[in-house]
């Protein structure tokens, strides 16, 4: 099994988050590579989403160490996350429902902003504003959703929310990209078109992946963690992970490689 490259953009070393007295996440130590897509897969509980929040700052490390480019960091802050080159989605697609598309992607650009006057929110001129929505215009187009920019976020159907989201993270051109669940709720011909999107993105960015769908994840992963009660049980490719007994014991059983698993 694979550990850390020489060639890692980004490095977590015995991450250990803690709920109370419940340890959330326990020693963890991952590193991702300069354009590759790495996967997070393990039964629900077992510290995925807990991973992002600690690499988002929405959660509060109780030890370990970041590196990034190269560089040792802080956990960051969540205002912190566009310039350290980090954009994430989230399960729950999170779109502002009484903005347009076009506006929801700007936002982008400051996901800390909730308010709708994009220019106000972002300390924008109007020079910017307009460098910006053509920018946002041109992400959307990236993924397949540029006729819906002047539609209200509230109108889309849950496929489209997802394409949406993505633009969302993608429009502050982040290095290191944090998809959690892009595949949840997606019918075949949508996961056909996500697969084929990440594979795509490695071309400006390395991304993280959160998936439950096994089948995304043996075709786009490069590497793949698995984590079980907040610790890794193991890591490498989607064929060593495949046949790891551990994971099989843990997580994957008989089959379920080839589908989803809850």
């Not at 920018?135 to 849950?158: N, P």
């Not at 394409?163 to 595949?183: F, N």
């Not at 959160?210 to 890591?235: S, T």
Request: glycine share 10%; aromatic share 4%; net charge negative.
């Amino acid at each position: 099994m694979s550990g850390h490259p020489a060639d890692s953009i980004l490095e977590i070393a015995s991450l250990s988050v803690n709920f109370g007295g419940l340890k959330a996440l326990s020693d963890v130590t991952l590193s991702l590579r300069e354009g590759e897509v790495l996967g997070l897969i393990g039964p629900n509980g077992a510290g995925k989403t807990t991973l992002f929040n600690a690499l988002s700052g929405f959660v509060t490390a109780a030890n370990g160490s970041l590196t990034l480019f190269g560089d040792d960091r802080k956990w960051p802050r969540p205002d912190q996350l566009v310039d350290l080159g980090i954009a994430r989605t989230l399960q729950g697609v999170g779109l502002f429902p009484d903005l347009t598309v076009l506006e929801n992607v700007m936002l982008g650009a400051d996901r800390m902003a909730k308010t709708g006057l994009v220019r106000a929110a972002l300390g924008l001129t109007y020079k910017d504003e307009k460098a910006l929505a053509a920018k946002a215009q041109t992400v959307l187009e990236r993924v397949y959703a540029g006729h819906l920019s002047d539609r209200r976020a509230d109108t889309l159907s849950y496929p489209d929310t997802k394409r949406v989201a993505i633009a969302r993270a993608l429009v502050s051109d982040p290095k290191i990209l944090l998809l959690d669940e892009p595949a949840g709720g997606l019918g075949t011909q949508d996961i056909a078109w996500l697969n084929g999107l990440i594979r795509n993105l490695t071309s400006t960015c390395s991304i993280i992946i959160v998936e439950h769908h096994m089948d995304v994840v043996m075709k786009v992963c490069n590497r793949i963690y698995v984590l079980n009660f907040g610790e890794v049980i193991a890591n490498g490719t989607p064929e060593e992970v495949r046949n790891d007994p551990d994971v099989i014991a843990a997580y994957l059983g008989t089959g379920a490689s080839s589908g989803a698993a809850h």
